[in-house]
Each structure stands twice: as C-alpha cells, then as structure tokens.
C-alpha cells in the first residue's frame, strides 16, 4: 500500500527547491512613480484574500483604484477594510458553499452595482494518495474539489449574468505549474529568458509528485472551466485566463516546510507581490488581448508575461480533440 509519508513531502520540497539557486530575478513590472489608476472606478473581487497570494491580489488591484469585494473563511478578512483606502466590501464566506457565494455575491453587488474582476484564487491543498483510506480520500476529496475546482466555479456562474449583461469582464482563475509552466510541449524556446533554469528540462507539467492526486485534479478541472468560458464568454467581451504559478512564498508554502523554511527556500521562491503586479499586467492587455490562456510562471524566470499563445488545447488553430 502506498503511504503519504515524509519521502513524499521531501519529493514535493525538492521539486519546488530544484530552481532555488539559479533562481534569476524578479524585474519590476511597475516604474517607480508610474501613475496608477488602471482600475479606478471598477470592483474587483477576490476570493481566499485574507492571506497569501489573494491578499496580494487585492492589494494591487486596490492601489490600481478598483474598489473590492473580498471573502475568506478567515475573520482576518475584514482587516482589509480598515487597511485599504479604496472601499472594501469584506465577509467570511466559503467559496465551496453555493449558498455562501449566492450570498456574498448578490451583497457585493447590492454594495457596488457591478463586477468587473474576478479573481478566482481561494485555494488549499493537502497530502493524497490513489491507495489512501477511502475516508481520508472522500475528506480530501471534498475540500479540495470543494475550494479549488467547485468554488471556482460557483463564483464563475454567479459573477458571469452581470458581466454578460454589461458586455464585459475579466475572469481570472488562479491554478498552479502542475498543469502549465514554462518548459511545456507548446513553449519549448527559452531564448526569451536568458539563464532561465528551464533549459535543458524536458517539456514537461511539473505535477505535484505521486502525492497530490487530488489537488492536481482540482487545478487540471479548472483547464476546463478557463477554455470553455473564454470561448462562451469571448462574444460578451469577457476574458478568462488562468495563471499557472510556481513555488510562491504563502502561507500554503510555508506549511509545506512546517513553517521553518530555510533562507535558501525564501530566497528561491516568488513573491505574491510580483504575481500580484504581473496580474496587473495581464488586466492592463484590455478586451483586445489574450484570453483563454494558462500563464506559465516559472522559478527561475523573469515575471513577465509570456507572449500571447494559442490555448494549449489548439494547435494553429485546430482543435485538438
Ligand atoms: N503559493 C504557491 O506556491 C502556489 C503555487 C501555485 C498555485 N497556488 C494557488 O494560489 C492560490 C492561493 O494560494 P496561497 O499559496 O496564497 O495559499 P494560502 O493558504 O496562503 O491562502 C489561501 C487563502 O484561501 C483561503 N481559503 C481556503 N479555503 C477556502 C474556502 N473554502 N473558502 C474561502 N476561502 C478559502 C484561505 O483561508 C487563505 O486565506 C491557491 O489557489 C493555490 O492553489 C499557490
């Protein structure tokens, strides 16, 4: 029988330690005294906010001027509302709930009248294995389908009328480097990224190790969701993409390594900061650029947007299927 034991978290620490060393950078996205105020006048909201990588979403759409909406199933959420000095809208919600998110989306809207960014983050993780207990596997189960995949989607659905009707939107999904990082079968050249520690890696998902069957699913179910909404919705001017991020230091990655890591892994990881500011990036493209991408951000590689490329489910513009 195979165990989730400690070689399995050492295999997951390992992959995500690989690029520490040759780690190459970050480039500021942002110039120092650049005028903000891409979002002024647009709500933004973000689930799984109170910590990590959506506390960073919200704060840079914040200082971008968008007003948020903002939910976690963590009370700190609400600090967020005396931090910020844009309006912010804050409730303890799970997002695996249909009747949380009804809720909190139907008050958001009531508070602000519209929606103009999703961003799809609230996320967890946990150790699985094809063979564990089949209770553990139906409690894993639950939670990580329930938040990653099912919470996904229920914001999706009940954001998506309003956007519909308004002719526009963004949809950002926020998945992970198993399913899409630099190095995959349709981004073989590195010449774009000089040092860039993917080089002579084989185009490859890195994949969560044999111990993350159900996270993994989660994130690849959302593949699904981000191809299928972008073509549906691309007629509404709607985008829908999803960022496929590598090791990025939050509280999830700091549990990884029980929360002492070493100063090697910090200093090799991404800062949610520069995603948050490559976000920015993204929404800055307007109703004209990419959707329906999976945005490959790697260790080890500058944090920039990739150039806009076909979905990794068509190729020249035939479909795969
Ligand atoms: N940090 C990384 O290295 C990394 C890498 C790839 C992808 N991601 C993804 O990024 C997203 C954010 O991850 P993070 O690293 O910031 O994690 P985190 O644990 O630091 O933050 C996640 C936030 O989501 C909230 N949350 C969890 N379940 C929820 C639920 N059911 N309803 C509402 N809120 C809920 C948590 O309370 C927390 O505030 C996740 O989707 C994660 O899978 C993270």
Request: glycine content about 10%.
């Amino acid at each position: 029988m195979l165990t989730c034991q400690i070689d399995d978290i050492c295999g997951f620490i390992a992959n995500s330690r690989r690029f520490s060393k040759s780690h190459v950078g970050f480039e500021s996205l942002t110039l120092p005294g650049e005028i903000m105020g891409l979002l002024d006048g647009k709500v933004a909201l973000v689930t799984g906010a109170a910590v990590g990588l959506g506390n960073a979403f919200a704060r840079a759409l914040a200082a971008e001027g968008a007003a948020l909406a903002v939910c976690d199933v963590r009370p700190e959420i609400s600090e967020l509302v005396d931090e910020l000095t844009v309006p912010v809208f804050a409730r303890q919600a799970d997002v695996s709930r249909s009747g949380d998110v009804q809720h909190f989306v139907e008050a958001s809207l009531q508070r602000f009248g519209a929606i103009d960014v999703l961003v799809n983050n609230a996320g967890s993780w946990a150790l699985s294995l094809p063979d564990d207990p089949i209770d553990k596997s139906l409690s894993d189960y639950e939670k990580l389908v329930g938040t990653n995949l099912r919470g996904l989607f229920l914001f999706g659905r009940a954001v998506m009328p309003g956007m519909i009707e308004r002719g526009t939107g963004e949809i950002i999904n926020i998945s992970t480097d198993h399913v899409q990082t630099c190095g995959t079968p349709f981004e073989l050249s590195h010449d774009d990224a000089p040092g860039c520690a993917w080089a002579n890696e084989p185009p490859r998902t890195t994949g969560g190790d044999e111990a993350m069957d159900l996270y993994d699913a989660s994130k690849w179910g959302i593949n699904g969701l981000t191809l299928a909404w972008s073509q549906a919705l691309a007629e509404y001017g709607i985008r829908v993409n999803a960022l496929c991020m590598g090791a990025t230091d939050s509280h999830m990655l700091r549990s990884f390594f029980n929360f002492q890591p070493t100063a090697e892994d910090v200093a090799g990881w991404m800062k949610a900061a520069d995603i948050a500011r490559l976000m920015i990036d993204l929404l800055r493209e307007g109703p004209e650029g990419r959707t329906g991408e999976n945005i490959g951000i790697a260790m080890g590689h500058p944090i920039v947007l990739p150039p806009s490329r076909p979905s990794p489910y068509v190729i020249l513009g035939e479909s795969v299927y």
